[in-house]
């Protein structure tokens, strides 16, 4: 009988001791859960980078409006004889076709998680080398003028010259927001744009009818070149994915439309009449015209994260 009361006694306190351990290590488990979002974020929370790639840069250069006005004195004999002047634009507005190239680019920004949410939000600087060219070679703009000449007051003519348009380099600093997906995110920002944009307008040469006579006057063909920067707003779109936690690829598209100034250009001439000794002319060439630009960008760059 007491043998058989202690086999019970002990196999209740093994049962005990079983239920026991089992307990404390549901215990431990409940104690210390992952919840289901810390499992899927597979890169990290935070950080900074720094990124180099190539893309393609697309930039439309619209429709352009150009004027020129030559002022003139007209010589002979060393005689102030006459003064003129002609201008006009071109007519139609000249058009140029769009520029695309490759673009090396570089960037460097930040991004973080917002709480314990899938959102992410950051900023970058991204600098693309636009390496964009259009031009339209010998313009001809028609220069309606007159002249205190008293054999003729007619001083119509035509100015001629190359003109051309750079885009070159582009910086765009965009605040974004994102959403994770996988093994990155996806972004779309808004910011600012600011490209770097040339003008050349060169073999400039105004011709004017000297009693029916299309005749240079300004002599020796100029050219003129001007670089300003334009700002405007940038919108941006696109796709992160890691490599590992130190390495991601970038796939981006961004668009801007700088607003860039009017060039102005004055330049002063003078100049014999060809074929004539006795004939000559000096003044000024003047000229103006708009850089109605935008750009595209599509980079894939290769990003550092610390």
């Given at each position: 009988m007491?043998?058989?009361?202690?086999?019970?006694?002990?196999?209740?306190?093994?049962?005990?001791c079983?239920?026991?351990?089992?307990?404390?290590?549901?215990?431990?488990?409940?104690k210390?859960p992952?919840?289901?979002?810390?499992?899927?974020?597979?890169f990290?929370?935070?950080?900074?980078?720094?990124?180099?790639?190539?893309?393609?840069?697309?930039?439309?250069?619209?429709?352009?409006?150009?004027?020129?006005?030559?002022?003139?004195?007209?010589?002979?004999?060393?005689?102030?004889?006459a003064?003129?002047?002609?201008?006009?634009p071109?007519?139609?507005?000249?058009?140029?076709?769009?520029?695309?190239?490759?673009?090396?680019?570089?960037?460097?920004?930040?991004?973080?998680?917002?709480?314990?949410?899938?959102?992410?939000?950051?900023?970058k600087?991204?600098?693309?080398?636009?390496?964009?060219?259009?031009?339209?070679?010998?313009?001809?703009?028609?220069?309606y003028?007159?002249?205190?000449?008293?054999?003729?007051?007619?001083?119509?003519?035509?100015?001629?010259?190359?003109?051309?348009?750079?885009?070159?380099?582009?910086?765009?600093?965009?605040?974004?927001?994102?959403?994770?997906?996988?093994?990155?995110?996806?972004?779309?920002?808004a910011?600012?744009?600011?490209?770097?944009?040339?003008?050349?307008?060169?073999?400039?040469?105004?011709?004017?009818?000297?009693?029916?006579?299309?005749?240079?006057?300004s002599?020796?063909?100029?050219?003129?070149?001007?670089?300003?920067l334009?700002?405007?707003?940038?919108?941006?779109?696109?796709?992160?994915y890691?490599?590992?936690?130190?390495?991601?690829?970038?796939?981006?598209?961004?668009?801007?439309?700088p607003?860039?100034?009017?060039?102005n250009?004055?330049?002063?001439?003078?100049n014999?009449?060809?074929?004539?000794s006795?004939?000559?002319?000096?003044?000024?060439?003047?000229?103006?015209?708009?850089?109605?630009?935008?750009?595209?960008?599509?980079?894939?760059?290769?990003?550092?994260?610390?």
């Amino acid at each position: 009988m007491f043998r058989q009361f202690s086999l019970g006694l002990v196999g209740s306190m093994v049962a005990i001791c079983s239920t026991s351990v089992s307990a404390e290590e549901v215990h431990e488990i409940q104690k210390s859960p992952q919840s289901p979002s810390s499992e899927e974020w597979s890169f990290p929370e935070t950080s900074i980078f720094l990124g180099i790639g190539l893309g393609t840069s697309i930039v439309s250069y619209d429709t352009q409006y150009l004027y020129n006005l030559g002022l003139s004195r007209i010589y002979k004999n060393d005689e102030l004889v006459a003064i003129g002047g002609a201008d006009g634009p071109a007519m139609p507005d000249p058009t140029f076709p769009a520029s695309k190239s490759l673009a090396p680019a570089g960037q460097i920004g930040f991004y973080s998680r917002y709480k314990d949410s899938f959102w992410i939000y950051g900023a970058k600087a991204t600098y693309s080398f636009l390496n964009s060219y259009s031009n339209r070679e010998v313009l001809a703009i028609p220069q309606y003028g007159t002249s205190t000449d008293q054999s003729t007051n007619s001083f119509d003519g035509t100015s001629y010259n190359t003109y051309s348009i750079d885009a070159k380099n582009q910086f765009t600093f965009m605040p974004f927001i994102g959403r994770k997906h996988s093994k990155g995110y996806f972004y779309a920002g808004a910011g600012l744009g600011l490209t770097d944009v040339q003008v050349n307008v060169d073999d400039v040469v105004g011709y004017a009818l000297l009693n029916g006579v299309e005749t240079d006057i300004s002599g020796e063909a100029q050219n003129f070149s001007d670089s300003r920067l334009g700002f405007g707003v940038a919108l941006s779109a696109g796709v992160t994915y890691f490599l590992n936690d130190s390495l991601f690829l970038d796939l981006n598209y961004t668009y801007s439309k700088p607003n860039v100034a009017e060039l102005n250009i004055a330049s002063p001439y003078k100049n014999p009449a060809e074929g004539s000794s006795d004939l000559g002319f000096e003044g000024t060439l003047v000229g103006s015209a708009t850089r109605d630009i935008s750009t595209n960008t599509i980079l894939l760059t290769l990003n550092w994260a610390f």
